[in-house]
């Protein structure tokens, strides 16, 4: 998932939570139904897992730009230097 | 959010978090309480001083109470039961479980209910000849998520007689 995707999953996420607290509280406060209140708030759970948790293909739409091939060559990596081992006495 | 696991992790703590909260808030619903009782004692069965010493009485008891008002949607059961209290020279108080019931629904809360005591009326010692003692209906009103709280109904005026039967 690219950074966008990301940040877009993580907000949605914590609203689709929310809201569906908010509306599995109210509802079952309207009708006495501490089941519906329960109920309500496990399909929203599941729905928000189906939305957010796999790695749908929307949520790839703006893939991060790596250094052309071509680019790369220009700059040499770092070398390593090889170091002396000195030994224990 | 960069893998699977994170995001499902991420996902269900935080919809536990939640849950938590609306539980929170849930409990803090209360109803306007105005609950009723009547008890009647209908005859006194027996009247002994049992072997090890012991006074024992048996009662038919006749209870009316409507303990509908104390139901909330967040009210899992009620649990009622009737005491007999009373003073004795060894203890400033007694109090004697005669009676008890879960009431899991708001429409078996208004009953009425005539028996002898579920559970036996023994005085530790042999005071209770001529006692005057009150017969209280506490219950209990146990939530789905929250705090319990307990009240009662006194209900005084009740003797036992001069001798045994």
Redesign the interface.
């Known amino acids: 998932?690219d950074w966008q995707?990301?940040?877009v999953?993580?907000q949605l996420?914590?609203i689709l939570?929310?809201i569906s607290?908010v509306v599995?509280?109210v509802v079952?406060?309207a009708t006495?139904?501490?089941r519906a209140?329960m109920l309500i708030?496990a399909g929203g759970?599941v729905l928000?897992?189906l939305v957010?948790?796999?790695?749908w293909p929307f949520y790839n739409h703006h893939p991060l730009k790596w250094l052309d091939q071509s680019e790369a060559e220009k700059h040499p990596k770092p070398q390593v230097v090889a170091k002396k081992r000195f030994s224990k006495k | 959010m960069h893998s699977f696991g994170y995001r499902a992790n991420s996902l269900l703590t935080f919809a536990v978090t939640i849950l938590a909260f609306m539980c929170a808030i849930v409990s803090f619903s209360f109803s306007n309480q105005t609950p009723s009782a009547q008890i009647q004692i209908l005859n006194i069965n027996w009247f002994q001083k049992q072997p090890h010493g012991n006074d024992e009485v048996s009662l038919t008891l006749n209870i009316t109470a409507d303990l509908q008002s104390l139901f909330t949607w967040n009210t899992k059961q009620v649990f009622a039961f009737v005491a007999a209290e009373y003073k004795t020279s060894k203890n400033s108080l007694n109090q004697v479980s005669l009676w008890d019931a879960i009431i899991p629904e708001k429409e078996h809360a208004k009953f009425w209910i005539q028996i002898s005591n579920k559970y036996r009326f023994i005085d530790q010692g042999y005071n209770l000849r001529r006692k005057d003692f009150n017969l209280t209906l506490h219950w209990h009103v146990m939530p789905k998520t929250g705090k319990m709280f307990a009240d009662k109904i006194v209900m005084s005026g009740y003797s036992l007689p001069d001798a045994y039967r």
């Open positions: 998932m995707g990301q940040k999953v993580e996420m914590q939570l929310v607290g599995a509280v079952g406060y006495e139904s501490f209140m708030y759970v928000a897992t957010t948790v796999p790695n």
